[in-house]
């Protein structure tokens, strides 16, 4: 299997794994007794890239997933662009990144954020999944193509073309 | 041609920067939204080490960003904690008794405050005055750190990437 495209299996994998812990927190937290304490501890981790507000989380089996809706909205969109990756690009030729793709992703959840903070436009839960949702679906095709590259360039063998004169025998 | 600048030193300080972001009491809540502070760090280990490169050098390439943001992460974590610990042993939690005070209010303002169970509330003071300390915290620090260090230098070779090379003109077909 070339390289790129088992790195690229790789990180779709490890997207899914990290959506697929978001969500067995609520239901690990649902089911109870032992399982509540597993909860808790796969809940941690999750603190330090989120302020998991309770208030700000969307809820399933009526427990708060283990981020709040604008982090879930980019995994799960994250895994959604990775996903959808392989009938935009070629994974197996990893292409330049583009910066515009970069801004175009970063600007609606900055000026969402901005504005909220200034108090000009509220900030909703459907903003924040919005915003959130468009920067995780473009994303992908930002890093993956850079990680992709890094994979394909790290196992590059470099071509030394050897010329030997006809009859000459290695030493 | 001569080898590129080690990349010791941009990681270096991409690690203090994320360790600031992270360990700063009420700063850290830049790393609220999905370890801003992180990918904002390892963007900036590339940023560095991009300036070290001179026209001569070979350019940035993928390898070199996402190992510099992935360095970068490490060091953050590890500045991170060790600032934390500074700002708990001298100041006290203060970040988590303002986030507790806000968390309450919120609720009280909800009207939500009286119906929630003492048991959870206890709970949750305790978790967020555990704060940023907690060996499990520690621990998940220097795997999350790292990860998403390593995704700001994706981005950040997105941003700095060197200007695609000319097209070398084309050769003519060699005589034998």
Known sequence: MNRSVAAYLVILAGAFLWCALIVAVPFLAHAGGGASFWADVLREP???????????????????????????????????GTLLYPLFRDVRRPHAPSRALLILALMPMLLDVALGLVGIAEVTTSSRLVTGALFGLLIPFVVLPVALGAVSERHAQPTILLHQPKGSVDA | MPEKPSKLMPALYGGIIIGIISGVPFLSLINCLCCAGVIFGGVMAVFFYKKDLTPEMPPLTNNDALVLGALAGLF???FGNILAAIFIFTIGNVAGEATYKILMDMYDSMGILDQMPPDALEQMEQGIMEGELSPVSIVTSFVINPLFGLIGGLIGYAMFKPKAAATPPATPPAQV
């Open chain 2, 76 to 78: 953050g974590a590890l």
């Open chain 1, 46 to 80: 999750f603190h330090r890239v989120c302020h998991q507000l309770d208030g700000r989380s969307l809820h399933l089996w009526g427990e708060p997933i283990a981020v709040c809706s604008r982090c879930s909205a980019i995994y799960f969109a994250f895994l959604a």
